[in-house]
């Protein structure tokens, strides 16, 4: 089965694709701009996005949201994790967390759309940001070099693909999108 995944992501769309592929779901990437909702859930987030994206494709589509809550604040940078990465930059975004809490989670919803309904899948990894980054983050995976992820031992810039697979936010939404579709199509 083949789906579309719109994104203009490479990272994002090659982390998605490993993830869905063990359940022979093959995805094919829909280079397009998505308007980004400002909105704070990120659930919301995903399915206005896909809405979005069925519109302007006329097709059955996924779209994902990704989102880094740090602890100290929990609700930032959230949905505005891309924004905070332009604007502020790693640098003063690490500075924030000085003499604070350094956990934080990274959540992804991947949000499915048919036209009719939209179906939200949930993945997260929990970890620390660290005070200075380890690794080379991938290009537009910015947080990548500052987060060690818990069980991981390493940033997720310093994993392997394989091994970021394992531990992955996208990735287990991902799956749990091949699973659902799987049973859908059964």
């Given at each position: 089965m083949k789906l579309l995944f719109a994104t203009t992501n490479p990272g994002k769309f090659r982390e998605a694709a490993d993830a869905v592929k063990e359940r022979g779901l093959q995805l094919e990437q829909a280079n397009i701009e998505i308007e980004e909702p400002k909105l704070l859930e990120?659930?919301?987030?995903?399915?206005?996005?896909?809405?979005?994206?069925?519109?302007?494709?006329?097709?059955?589509?996924?779209?994902?949201?990704?989102?880094v809550f740090f602890d100290e604040y929990p609700l930032f940078p959230g949905t505005y994790s891309k924004f905070a990465?332009?604007?502020?930059?790693?640098?003063?975004?690490?500075?924030?967390?000085?003499?604070?809490?350094?956990?934080?989670?990274?959540?992804?919803i991947a949000a499915y759309c048919d036209g009719k309904t939209t179906n939200t899948f949930e993945g997260e990894a929990r970890g620390t940001i660290l005070e200075t980054?380890?690794?080379?983050?991938?290009?537009?995976?910015?947080?990548?070099?500052?987060?060690?992820?818990?069980?991981?031992?390493?940033?997720?810039?310093?994993?392997?693909?394989?091994?970021?697979?394992?531990?992955?936010?996208?990735?287990?939404?991902?799956?749990?999108?091949?699973k659902w579709l799987a049973r859908k199509e059964a």
């Open positions: 990120l659930e919301k987030t995903a399915e206005r996005k896909a809405q979005l994206a069925f519109n302007a494709l006329g097709r059955p589509v996924v779209v994902e949201d990704t989102g990465v332009k604007t502020l930059g790693i640098p003063a975004l690490l500075k924030l967390l000085e003499g604070g809490k350094r956990g934080a989670r990274f959540a992804t980054p380890e690794g080379k983050s991938r290009p537009g995976l910015a947080y990548d070099s500052v987060f060690k992820c818990d069980g991981g031992g390493k940033t997720f810039a310093q994993m392997t693909v394989k091994e970021k697979n394992e531990h992955s936010h996208r990735t287990k939404a991902f799956r749990k999108l091949a």
